[in-house]
T-cell receptor, first 109, second 112 residues
Framework: LAKTTQPISMDSYEGQEVNITCSHN???????ITWYQQFPSQGPRFIIQ???TKVTNEVASLFIPADRKSSTLSLPRVSLSDTAVYYCLVGGGDDKIIFGKGTRLHILP | DVKVTQSSRYLVKRTGEKVFLECVQDMDHENMFWYRQDPGLGLRLIYFSYDVKMKEKGDIPEGYSVSREKKERFSLILESASTNQTSMYLC???????????FGPGTRLLVL
């Protein structure tokens, strides 16, 4: 199972673009990279998933280099409501994916 | 919209009681999961199921069992609750490989 490493915490300001990078050096060929957001006292919420290159949706972008050993979640123009814990996961066919401890993102006014 | 519901948001039980946590999803997903989340430890997988009557152990199955009699329902059972099972319990479901998991709101269980 691929292990992920991401910063424990980050601070940013409203209106800024925030990039959170995750390392996953032993990612397997069939693994996807998935990011979740979690607010206090709620279950995690799926943000974005990708396999390679770049994926964009209405919430975020996900950049994956060719070697797939890392990925970067990009949140454009963050607001106070983006303060949350963000989890990077890798996993695939066996469905047994591991949540790490996540990155605690704190957005300041 | 996928909806995953859990039977209780808050639950208080006594040591030794049998506890049932129910999870229901309405999207016909094959895969369902039970996690517990504790401060400083993140989410840890207890059990998962990829089909009716099928179950697989996660990372911390000890003290728990599960039941999947119907596709939409996945139950977590604490046969004899202990204080170290006080935690937030999260259920999730997933469809195909290209989707993420959809989580329920969680059940905060306190075992006295």
């Amino acid at each position: 199972l691929a292990k992920t490493t991401q910063p424990i915490s980050m601070d940013s300001y409203e209106g800024q673009e925030v990039n959170i990078t995750c390392s996953h050096n032993n990612i397997a060929t069939n693994d996807y990279i998935t990011w979740y957001q979690q607010f206090p006292s709620q279950g995690p919420r799926f943000i974005i998933q990708g396999y390679k290159t770049k994926v964009t949706n209405e919430v975020a972008s996900l950049f994956i280099p060719a070697d797939r050993k890392s990925s970067t979640l990009s949140l454009p123009r963050v607001s106070l409501s983006d303060t949350a814990v963000y989890y990077c996961l890798v996993g695939g066919g066996d469905d047994k994916i591991i949540f790490g401890k996540g990155t605690r993102l704190h957005i300041l006014p | 919209d996928v909806k995953v519901t859990q039977s209780s948001r808050y639950l208080v039980k006594r040591t030794g009681e049998k506890v049932f946590l129910e999870c229901v999803q309405d999207m016909d997903h094959e895969n369902m999961f039970w996690y517990r989340q504790d401060p400083g430890l993140g989410l840890r997988l207890i059990y998962f199921s990829y089909d009716v009557k099928m179950k697989e152990k996660g990372d911390i199955p000890e003290g728990y069992s599960v039941s999947r009699e119907k596709k939409e329902r996945f139950s977590l059972i604490l046969e004899s609750a202990s204080t170290n099972q006080t935690s937030m319990y999260l259920c999730a479901s997933r469809g195909n490989d290209e989707e993420g998991q959809y989580f329920g709101p969680g059940t905060r269980l306190l075992v006295l």
